[in-house]
């Protein structure tokens, strides 16, 4: 079956670095997306990668490696407002989006 | 202005009525989808459409129907709800198939 494991919560302090990790078993590949959901709120478009190698957008960078079926976002200098929860989808061959069940971003103080 | 605007935004309805949820998009864009979201599965697909009147089935469509008569406008129709369809419901839209999606601000449908 296809799966995309994601932690479910993860913590970091305001003005920090924090890493959320994606991995993907998929039938084919078509390209990687992250999303970011606010409490209540619809999820937005943050990053889209196909290729290997480090997209970087802003305080925020993606990662891929498509050998390993291995994604990550990173997010530098933390702000509160980056408290939310952060969506990994992948698109597989038939052009499907497979979801992640998202990882609860909490930042503190 | 251009966008996605789903309705209602909240809905309470009561077991075995039929309920229809709007989207409509300004975008032009030939796809559209309809998820449901709920705790602990993330995004689950419902149905979504390629075009007007081509429309298939996605993950979870059991107890759902909808159409697409025009390109900007997906309706979802729950034709007798019941209490295990109460979520909240994301309509979205693509330009393309490797696009990223715009969504709505989704409706938040309670079944009693």
């Known amino acids: 079956g296809q799966n995309i494991d994601q932690p479910t919560e993860m913590t970091a302090t305001e003005g920090a670095i924090v890493q959320i990790n994606c991995t993907y078993q998929?039938?084919?590949?078509?390209?990687l997306f992250w999303y970011q959901q606010h409490a209540g709120e619809a999820p937005t478009f943050l990053s889209y990668n196909v290729l290997d190698g480090l997209e970087e957008k802003g305080r925020f960078s993606s990662f891929l490696s498509r050998s390993k079926g291995y994604s990550y976002l990173l997010l530098k200098e933390l702000q509160m407002k980056d408290s939310a929860s952060y969506l990994c989808a992948v698109t597989d061959s038939n052009y499907q989006l497979i979801w992640g069940a998202g990882t609860k971003l909490i930042i503190k103080p | 202005d251009a966008g996605i605007t789903q309705s209602p935004r909240y809905k309470i309805t009561e077991t075995g009525r039929q309920v229809t949820l709007m989207c409509h998009q300004t975008w032009s864009h030939s796809y559209m989808f309809w998820y449901r979201q709920d705790l602990g599965h993330g995004l689950r697909l419902i149905y979504y459409?390629?075009?007007?009147?081509?429309?298939d089935k996605g993950e979870v469509p059991d107890g759902y129907v909808v159409s697409r008569s025009k390109t900007e406008n997906f309706p979802l129709t729950l034709e007798s709800a019941t209490r295990s369809q109460t979520s909240v419901y994301f309509c979205?839209?693509?330009?393309?198939?490797?696009?990223?999606?715009?969504f709505g601000n989704g409706t938040r449908l309670t079944v009693t």
């Open positions: 998929t039938s084919g590949f078509n390209g």
């Open positions: 459409s390629a075009a007007a009147d081509i429309t």
């Open positions: 979205a839209t693509s330009g393309e198939v490797h696009s990223p999606l715009h």
